[in-house]
């Protein structure tokens, strides 16, 4: 076999390492990623595009950095936070529970409902007659005072 002093161990790395090192320079040789292009002439757009790549402007400097908020809460706030709102998801996943919301068989629900109230439907009072809603509201319109005269 020819090729079988290629495979030897320190032939194989001296092989490797230049190939590692060729595809290193040939991705090196690329052209930079940070180089202006140049700008399209029929954008609208074009004429700003020059002005502003070729305008002196202000880099901004450490100094720019705001300064860290004071309003943030502190870590063992944000510790209190969360246990108050995992205690609350508990109590909430409980009351589902004890509660189940179902969309079927509304009339058993309600009878469940309605034996647990001890309720009975003839135990409503009655609506009031239209003789006594009108002298209700006939008592009250004389109760009441009118507000005093704009000044």
Not at 74 to 85: D, L, S
Not at 108 to 133: H, L, N, V
Not at 137 to 144: D, P
Request: aromatic share 8%.
């Amino acid at each position: 076999m020819p090729w079988a002093h290629c495979l030897q161990p320190s032939r194989f790395f001296r092989y490797a390492l230049i190939m590692g090192l060729s595809a290193t320079a040939v991705g090196c040789a690329q052209l930079s990623p940070y180089q202006t292009k140049p700008v399209d002439a029929t954008s609208p757009i074009a004429g700003d595009v020059t002005s502003a790549a070729r305008a002196n402007l202000a880099f901004p400097r450490f100094a720019n950095i705001p300064a860290a908020p004071t309003d943030v809460r502190a870590p063992g706030e944000w510790r209190k936070a969360v246990v108050i709102t995992l205690r609350d998801k508990s109590v909430i996943e409980t009351m589902a529970e004890a509660n189940p919301a179902s969309l079927f068989d509304a009339e058993g629900f309600a009878e469940k409902a309605r034996a647990r109230a001890a309720i009975k439907p003839g135990d409503a009072t009655p609506a009031m007659s239209r003789q006594d809603s009108e002298a209700f509201a006939k008592a009250l319109r004389e109760r009441a005072t009118p507000p005093p005269p704009p000044q």
